[in-house]
């Protein structure tokens, strides 16, 4: 039921459209003057001679009879066209004498809706020569109406006379529709509209369907394989070559006749096939017997027509024979994609063999039209059947574009779905990670400082205690410890705070700290700190190690160097961020110092984040030196030297 359904919209449009080609048809019918008989005289000829330049219809030999309007008498098949001079032609001559209730407009056209000759058309106004083709013979714009202006025929009085010369082939026969005269209100709208559907409409499908098609070629450059796309692109041209012949001719074409009627009929068999392996990806049913059938017969004619061998038929004129052979294998190509499709429940496949079959129908009226066995003032039918296998070729492209974009979007959407599920689990895994790192975090950080307070706050009283259990109570001593006890737990506090990689945030809160007691002992302190790069790698557990090292140093130069300025000051180098403390004390020999316990703490510490310290004394002070690395942790050995 929902493939019935699916028709219904096709179905509108197609009705619709009909209803305005009806309107069309109704608004452009012509008015004016209409010459519907007229006097004809045929005589046989040889070869194509131009036409002269003024002609007097009673002395043209022969016998005049009087026809009936359009004249189209059935034509011989022949099947070689010989040289155009020696071929046997025959002339037919139409006379049209205007009567007194016939005198034309001063700005008359003169409109013919169809002629038809092998050859070559003249038109005398009044005896003299006023219009002429200058096309090839065989392929001359017949299909083009003729659209000829009067106003200059004649002078000072309306044109009376109408004489009009056609030489063709002899067997072939020459046909001519009824004729208008009339001002450009009554004739201009029936003249241009036959001209857009006879000439410019299947000008413009054809360029347009080019273009798509090789736009199709481009695309399937790049996905080799997505055949159909590449038969969509030779559709394309074949189907150019097919209705080349409905809008040129007018002027000369760039190629023999023989090889333009060639290109122009063999082109129907070359549509066929294409059209045959299309279905055949439509309803996914190889039918190898009938493509190879269609294949060897569109060949067998293509050479037995080819040009290029003496003895070869001339495609023009056995167009008849070759479009009968190509409609029995069109029938069955479009009857057997038709039943298939219908099975394969392929909407594509039936829409494009229905209207093939419907080309076919269109194709049969065309070859009688063709033949003169109906009247010749209709239109040719095939051409806008081929626009509607253009558009049904070009929907079917568009409809697989169309379900590529929604499966493209259908499988957006589902990775979409996963994505969004996957987020969430990572989400989930990660806000677990980050619990699992927070604890671990916390667990760290609670050893650190019991590390700590051990070895700082918690060594220090048990050296007070000490100090009390073997009776030596100086209160001076037990102060100092008690005070080296509150800067140890101060900088455990002050190493909990954040220093976001700035070196000098936590400088600046070891002077706050050791600033009451330089002032307690009388030491000056000068601060010479300069900026410095930040340092990635700071985090609260090496600012603890930094302030230890440095308060260390401080603590030195308090109890032992007698000093009476301390210089603090910062720099970076070679990679380095150094920090030095340098005192104008008394200073010590270093390599009795180095075997002590405090200096080698702080060379453990310094190696522990990555640096080292550096250690210069002498009679005028003692220099020490933190060196911190600015990118990365270097683990190097303590260097100590002496001047």
Request: proline share 5%.
């Amino acid at each position: 039921m929902e493939f019935h359904r699916s028709l219904r919209v096709p179905l509108l449009y197609a009705a619709v459209l009909v209803l305005v080609l009806v309107c069309v048809y109704l608004v452009s019918r012509p008015h004016g003057i209409h010459l519907v008989q007229a006097q004809v005289l045929a005589q046989d000829s040889q070869g194509y001679a131009p036409p002269p330049r003024r002609v007097d219809w009673r002395d043209i030999p022969g016998q005049w009879r009087t026809v009936a309007l359009p004249h189209a008498p059935r034509p011989e098949v022949r099947t070689q066209p010989g040289e155009a001079d020696a071929l046997p032609t025959r002339t037919t001559w139409y006379h049209f004498q205007l009567g007194p209730g016939q005198a034309p407009p001063p700005d008359a056209y003169l409109y013919i809706p169809r002629w038809k000759t092998d050859g070559e058309i003249a038109i005398y106004v009044d005896g003299a020569l006023f219009y002429q083709s200058h096309a090839n013979l065989q392929w001359n714009g017949s299909n083009r109406p003729l659209w000829i202006p009067l106003e200059d025929a004649a002078e000072t009085t309306p044109p009376k006379d109408i004489l009009i010369r056609i030489r063709h082939v002899r067997g072939l026969g020459g046909a001519l529709s009824t004729l208008w005269l009339g001002d450009y209100r009554q004739l201009g709208a029936a003249y241009y509209v036959r001209d857009f559907f006879q000439i410019e409409l299947p000008y413009l499908s054809s360029a347009i369907f080019l273009g798509t098609g090789i736009f199709a070629f481009l695309v399937w450059l790049g996905r080799r394989r997505e055949t159909l796309l590449l038969l969509f692109a030779v559709m394309s041209i074949v189907a150019l070559l097919r209705v080349m012949h409905t809008f040129m001719g007018t002027d000369r074409l760039p190629i023999p006749d023989a090889w333009f009627g060639w290109l122009t009929v063999n082109a129907l068999s070359w549509m066929i096939l294409i059209a045959q392996l299309f279905l055949v990806r439509l309803h996914h049913h190889r039918q190898p017997w009938l493509t190879a059938l269609i294949a060897t017969t569109s060949l067998a004619v293509n050479l037995l027509t080819l040009p290029l061998f003496a003895g070869t038929f001339d495609a023009t004129i056995v167009s008849p024979i070759v479009y009968l052979v190509m409609g029995v294998l069109a029938i069955t190509t479009f009857g057997l994609g038709f039943h298939r499709s219908w099975r394969a429940r392929s909407r594509e496949g039936v829409v494009l063999a229905a209207w093939g079959l419907l080309s076919v129908l269109a194709g049969a009226y065309d070859l009688l039209l063709q033949n003169n066995l109906v009247n010749i003032e209709g239109l040719f039918l095939n051409i806008y059947a081929e626009i509607g296998l253009i558009v049904a070729f070009c929907l079917i492209m568009l409809n697989r574009y169309m379900r590529a974009m929604s499966e493209v979007e259908h499988a957006n959407a589902v990775l979409a779905e996963r994505l969004a599920a996957r987020e969430a689990e990572l989400t989930e895994s990660h806000q677990k990670l980050r619990e699992v790192e927070r604890r671990e975090v916390l667990h760290r950080e609670r050893q650190r400082l019991m590390q700590d307070m051990h070895d700082g706050l918690g060594s220090s009283l048990v050296s007070a205690l000490r100090v009390v259990e073997h009776g030596r109570i100086d209160e001076h001593e037990i102060a100092q410890l008690l005070k080296s006890c509150i800067d140890d737990l101060k900088l455990t506090i002050d190493s909990m705070e954040p220093v976001e990689t700035d070196l000098l945030l936590l400088l600046g809160t070891l002077r706050f700290r050791l600033q009451p007691r330089l002032e307690a002992t009388g030491v000056k302190l000068r601060w010479e700190v300069q900026d410095v790069p930040p340092l990635a790698w700071l985090d609260q557990r090496h600012s603890l190690h930094i302030l230890r090292i440095l308060q260390e140093a401080f603590t030195n130069v308090i109890k032992h160097a007698g000093a009476g300025e301390i210089r603090l000051a910062t720099e970076a180098r070679d990679g380095f961020v150094r920090v030095s403390v340098v005192d104008n004390g008394h200073g010590f020999d270093v390599s009795a110092a180095a075997e002590g316990r405090g200096l080698g703490n702080q060379a453990r510490r310094a190696a522990a984040i990555g640096g080292r310290v550096e250690l210069v004394s002498g009679p005028d002070g003692t220099a020490f030196t933190l060196l911190l690395p600015i990118v990365g942790q270097l683990r190097e050995a303590v260097e100590l030297t002496t001047p």
